[in-house]
T-cell receptor, first 111, second 113 residues
Framework: QKEVEQNSGPLSVPEGAIASLNCTYS??????FFWYRQYSGKSPELIMF????GDKEDGRFTAQLNKASQYVSLLIRDSQPSDSATYLC???????????FGKGTHLIIQP | EAQVTQNPRYLITVTGKKLTVTCSQN?????MSWYRQDPGLGLRQIYY???????DKGDVPEGYKVSRKEKRNFPLILESPSPNQTSLYFC????????????FGSGTRLTVV
């Protein structure tokens, strides 16, 4: 069974600082990696995806992938109070069963 | 607007009374999936469908049924709901199973008493 592990938090970060969210996964065959943001009671919203080792930047967000260490991270620069949410890491392997999610990290940006 | 539409948004029902949660997408996506989300357990996949008439079990399929008679629709059926099926349910769709992010519906909060 594929597993995706995240620290549940809460992770508290001052406004304007960098928030660093981490995720590890068990299936070495995993091919695609996603970060979703979820506000309480709302549906998950895709914010980043990454397929290759290294960094991928999109605005204030940077996703980092290290397949050898089976590790994915998300950096949020210049954190804003509106970034306060639960961040879900998700991976897709080679099969048809789709996304496997971690339990999420609760991020709090302190004004 | 490209979207996944779930209905109803909220539902309170009694144990044993059959119910259906509908899911429809307008993006011509081949892949659709149902998840339930519970505190401390995260999002867990119930069933998924690769295409019309092709469905398979996810991690927690017990007590649920699905069908995929049309590409756009993927209803979730609870034939005899029990209180342990009280949860927040999400339908999601994607171009294919792998390599693409999913678009999620707004969710259905189900309470079984």
């Amino acid at each position: 069974q594929k597993e995706v592990e995240q620290n549940s938090g809460p992770l508290s970060v001052p406004e304007g600082a960098i928030a660093s969210l981490n995720c590890t996964y068990s299936d070495r065959g995993s091919q695609s990696f996603f970060w979703y943001r979820q506000y309480s009671g709302k549906s998950p919203e895709l914010i980043m995806f990454i397929y290759s080792n290294g960094d991928k930047e999109d605005g204030r967000f940077t996703a980092q992938l290290n397949k050898a260490s089976q590790y994915v991270s998300l950096l949020i620069r210049d954190s804003q109070p509106s970034d306060s949410a639960t961040y879900l890491c998700a991976v897709i392997g080679g099969g048809a069963d789709g996304l496997t999610f971690g339990k999420g990290t609760h991020l709090i940006i302190q004004p | 607007e490209a979207q996944v539409t779930q209905n109803p948004r909220y539902l309170i029902t009694v144990t044993g009374k059959k119910l259906t949660v509908t899911c429809s997408q307008n993006m011509n996506h081949e892949y659709m999936s149902w998840y339930r989300q519970d505190p401390g357990l995260g999002l867990r996949q119930i069933y998924y469908s690769m295409n019309v008439e092709v469905t398979d079990k996810g991690d927690v399929p017990e007590g649920y049924k699905v069908s995929r008679k049309e590409k756009r629709n993927f209803p979730l059926i609870l034939e005899s709901p029990s209180p342990n099926q009280t949860s927040l349910y999400f339908c999601a769709s994607s171009l294919s199973a792998g390599g693409y992010g999913y678009t999620f519906g707004s969710g259905t909060r189900l309470t079984v008493v």
